[in-house]
């Protein structure tokens, strides 16, 4: 007899709504079983919508005995106070990033979990892609041979409009910005891909400084849409093969490349791009150079491939990361990606945005 699924409830109605709850519908482990938002008239639309209980109340939700575990997507500013209750409360998490403001919130975290042995673990969407995957098994299997040089071109224009109206997204204190947004992805990446981040230095700007306050009249904007990193990662967690990192973010490119990853070693070189600024799944491609040769299009290990996909190309990943937690969860395996990887990632994106090098 197949045991119970685990009750799950989401806090935050943008992300939870669109691309949490049709994932959670997709893993059979997991259940929704409520949902959470701070203002009334939001939490009751989508109570109608999805047939679903609904707390405005945190302690509330926290109490109910059907919730076992909660997906946290809120804005990123609250995640730390909700998540460290919720853990107390005896609730394992899923936390969409970035996990926290500050690296040593994070760790306090970590430290939580442990004590409670509780599985966390953060929607580190791309190691679930499938051709991500695929370039990390390569990568593993020496396709490059030894890394020499990374670079991450990751150029995005959803920000790239100057009438954008202003949101949490334009104020640094609140987790806004391209650090938040794309420089926690591609830390985890590139030290799951090539290995642990060590130094980081960075050249971060504003480059629309106002936007239209919803309220009427210009707010400014003080979080970075623009950062340019350099960093060294320490090949297959050997901090005696430093590898150069360049990579460069912003979501101000009205008609930028997306996203390229380019590894080159001592055997080969390794390219997965994409220019689809819509989709994380849709229109990614792989290639890869034997040493003296030309780029190959790589195809895709049947194993790795999803079971089911969807329109939007951002349920299928999270999907399999809400498969890996719920496993996890059942079984105490550790959670990865999880907190030890969010702590990282964390710790990098502090190292950004404490940099001096700010226009």
Known sequence: MSPQPIGVAVAGLGFGEKVHLPALAAAPDLQAVALWHPRQERLDAAKADHGLKGYSDWDA???????????????????FALAR???????????????????????????????RGLSVGVDYEYRAVPLFMQAERLLRAGAVGTPWLVKLDWLMGSRADPQRGWNWYAEADQGGGVIGALGTHAFDMLAWLVGPVGSVQALNSVSIP?????????APVDAPDVSLVQANLHWQGRPDM????????????????????????????????????????????????????????????????????WSDGRI?????????????????????????EGVMSRNACDQV?????HI
């Open 61 to 79: 939700l926290l109490a109910d005995p059907a919730v076992e575990a909660v997906v946290i997507a809120t804005p990123p500013a609250p995640r």
């Open 85 to 115: 209750r919720a853990l107390e409360a005896g609730k394992h998490l899923l936390l969409e990033k970035p996990i926290t403001l500050h690296a040593d919130q994070a760790r306090e975290l970590q430290r939580l979990a442990m004590e």
């Open 210 to 218: 106002q936007r239209p306050h919803p309220e009427g009249g210009l």
């Open 242 to 309: 430093p590898v150069p990192a360049q990579v460069s973010l912003s979501s101000v490119s009205r008609c930028g490349r997306g996203f390229c990853l380019d590894v080159t070693g001592s055997e080969g070189s390794l390219v997965l791009s994409s220019s689809n600024q819509k989709d994380y799944v849709h229109g990614f491609e792989l290639q890869h150079a034997a040493l003296g040769g030309g780029l190959k299009e790589v195809p895709l290990d049947a194993d790795l491939a999803f079971n089911q996909n």
């Open 316 to 340: 299928a990943p999270v999907a399999r990361v809400l498969g890996w937690w719920a496993e996890s969860i059942r079984h105490g395996n550790p959670m990865i990606p999880g907190l030890a």
């Open 353 to 357: 945005e404490a940099s001096l090098a």
